[in-house]
C-alpha cells in the first residue's frame, strides 16, 4: 500500500517563515540588529576597507554600507505593508500606500524646492537614490511608516477610537518620532540639511514650523486612509508595526547618545566639519563653516568623537 509521504511536524514548521510577511519581518529584524552595531559606531567605507576583506566581499560590503540606510526602510515599510495586506485585505492596503506615499512624495518635493511647509532644507545623497535628484526614494517609505504604525498604536490603545481620533493619535506619534529623528538624521546620519543657505552659523534645531508640519500632515493623511471595517486584530503578527516603530524609536536614539552631545566653548569649526566626505561636507553647509555657537551643544558623530576620519 502506497503512504503519503511523511509531513513535518507542526512545530518544525513553526520554526520557519512561513509566508511573505514573516519573511519581511526576518529580513528587517536581522538588518535592525546590524544596525543597532553599525549604525551607533558610525562604520564607514574606510574602516571597512581597512578590514583587509577579498576585495569582492569589501567592495560589496562597502556598496551595502552606501545605501544601508535606505534598505533599511525599505525593510521596515515591505513589512508594515504587508501587516496591512494581511489585515485588512489588499485592496484596501494598496489605497492606503497609494495615499500615503503620493502625498508624501508630493509635499518632501515642494518642501525641498521651496522651503513650504517645512521650512528651508536640501536633501542629500546619504539616504538612497534621490527622485529627480531631490526627494530620496526612502522618505516616502518613512512615511509609510510612520502613519501606518501610528494607526496601529492608537488602535492598540484604543481599538473603539473614530477617524479624527485616530488621526490625532497618528499625528502625536508622527511628531514626537520626528523629534526624535531631527538630530540623527541631520546631525550625525546627515539625510537632509537644514538652512542649506543660510550665511554664518545656523540654528541647532529645525524651524517650528517643521513639526507643525509634521503634525498637520500626518493628521492629513491618517484622515484620508480607506479603511476596511473587517480588520482581523487577532491575526499572528498583528503588534510587528508596533514593534518595527519601537525599534525604529530605539536605534535612533541609540544613535542620538552614541553621538556624544556636548558643547563647544571656543569658538571654530565643530569636529563633524572636520571630516571629509559627503557627511562633513553637508554638515559644513549646515553650520556655515563654524561652530553654531560659541556654548551651544553640538552632536558629532562617533566617529569624530574618536578621531576616525571619512576616506
Not at 29 to 48: K, R, S
Not at 156 to 162: C, D, K, S, W
Amino acid at each position: 500500500m502506497l503512504q503519503a509521504p511523511s509531513q513535518p511536524s507542526s512545530a518544525a514548521s513553526r520554526r520557519f517563515p512561513r509566508d511573505a510577511s514573516d519573511w519581511a519581518w526576518l529580513v528587517f529584524l536581522i538588518w535592525t540588529a546590524v544596525g543597532f552595531v553599525v549604525m551607533p559606531l558610525d562604520v564607514t567605507a574606510a574602516q571597512v576597507r581597512a578590514w583587509n576583506l577579498p576585495s569582492g566581499i569589501g567592495g560589496l560590503a562597502v556598496e551595502i554600507l552606501r545605501v544601508s540606510d535606505a534598505l533599511w526602510m525599505l525593510f521596515a515599510a515591505v513589512t508594515v505593508y504587508l501587516h496591512t495586506v494581511a489585515s485588512e485585505g489588499l485592496p484596501t492596503a494598496r489605497r492606503q500606500a497609494a495615499i500615503i506615499l503620493l502625498a508624501s512624495t508630493v509635499a518632501e518635493w515642494v518642501g525641498a524646492r521651496t522651503g513650504f511647509p517645512f521650512g528651508p532644507y536640501e536633501y542629500t545623497e546619504n539616504f538612497g537614490p534621490r527622485i529627480g535628484g531631490v526627494v530620496p526614494m526612502a522618505i516616502p517609505l518613512a512615511w509609510l511608516v510612520v502613519v501606518l504604525c501610528g494607526r496601529n498604536v492608537v488602535l492598540a490603545l484604543r481599538p473603539t477610537a473614530g477617524r479624527f481620533e485616530t488621526a490625532a493619535g497618528v499625528a502625536a506619534v508622527a511628531t514626537l518620532t520626528d523629534l526624535n529623528l531631527e538630530p540623527v538624521a541631520w546631525h550625525v546620519r546627515e539625510y537632509w540639511v537644514w538652512y542649506p543657505h543660510q550665511p554664518g552659523p545656523a540654528p541647532l534645531w529645525p524651524p517650528a514650523q517643521n513639526y507643525v508640519a509634521w503634525t498637520v500632515l500626518s493628521f492629513a493623511l491618517a484622515l484620508a486612509l480607506p479603511i476596511d471595517h473587517t480588520l482581523r486584530p487577532r491575526r499572528p503578527g498583528r503588534l510587528r508595526p508596533i514593534l518595527v516603530l519601537c525599534l525604529l524609536n530605539a536605534l535612533l536614539a541609540l544613535v542620538h547618545l552614541a553621538a556624544n552631545p556636548r558643547r563647544v566653548t571656543t569658538k571654530g569649526n565643530p569636529p563633524a566639519a572636520t571630516r571629509s566626505g559627503p557627511r562633513g561636507s553637508s554638515f559644513r553647509r549646515a553650520t556655515g563653516g563654524s561652530a553654531a555657537s560659541a556654548t551651544g551643544p553640538i552632536y558629532p558623530s562617533a566617529r569624530s568623537c574618536w578621531n576616525i576620519r571619512s576616506p
